[in-house]
């Protein structure tokens, strides 16, 4: 598990979540992940959707994997240095082009999730993540998400994800 350098931050995940209607009136498909970036990553979500049953409330979002943008693993201590090395010389954590993997479970049971996220290491590029499996509830969800990242000077205080998923039919 790779542990956040900014433990107090929020990170607010705003997910735009795409479902076909079959006839009902369509439910408004925002929903707002309000994520902890500590070792476990609590977090809860809101909007219409949640309220409907169709995504769970809560969780925690665990980080599986960190790599090289070829997909290779990148240990963590050489992105921690990697990190420092780009603050120091006057950047942020966005000079470090990697890929990393993340699984959002949700705490009723309902299911998983997995993006997979992608940092080019231009910091003008935007941060892109998909759905890359999913379990349970959420075993036919896809879509794809860009992210916004507000910050104070070099520390993200929080992340914005907007995506545009299907949540898959139940047959």
């Not at 931050?9 to 439910?27: E, F, K, R």
């Not at 599986?64 to 120091?88: H, N, R, T, W």
Request: glycine share 12%.
């Amino acid at each position: 598990m790779i542990r956040r350098r900014h433990a107090g931050a929020i990170i607010a995940v705003g997910l735009a979540l795409l479902v076909g209607s079959c006839g009902n009136d369509a439910l408004d498909p925002v929903v707002v992940f309000d994520l902890q970036p500590i070792e476990a990553q609590p977090w809860t979500a809101t909007g219409e959707l949640v309220d409907a049953g169709l995504l769970c409330s809560s969780g925690d979002r665990e980080f599986l994997f960190v790599g090289y943008p070829d997909g290779s693993p990148m240990p963590v201590e050489e992105m921690m240095k990697l990190i420092d090395d780009a603050i120091e010389a006057g950047g942020s954590h966005e000079n470090v082009a990697r890929i990393g993997r993340m699984e959002y479970v949700c705490d009723d049971g309902s299911g998983t999730f997995t993006m997979t996220e992608r940092m080019t290491g231009d910091p003008a590029d935007e941060i892109t993540s998909e759905v890359t499996r999913g379990s349970g509830a959420y075993l036919m969800m896809s879509g794809t998400c860009t992210q916004e990242e507000h910050t104070e000077g070099t520390e993200v205080v929080r992340l914005t994800n907007t995506c545009e998923f299907d949540l898959g039919s139940e047959t």
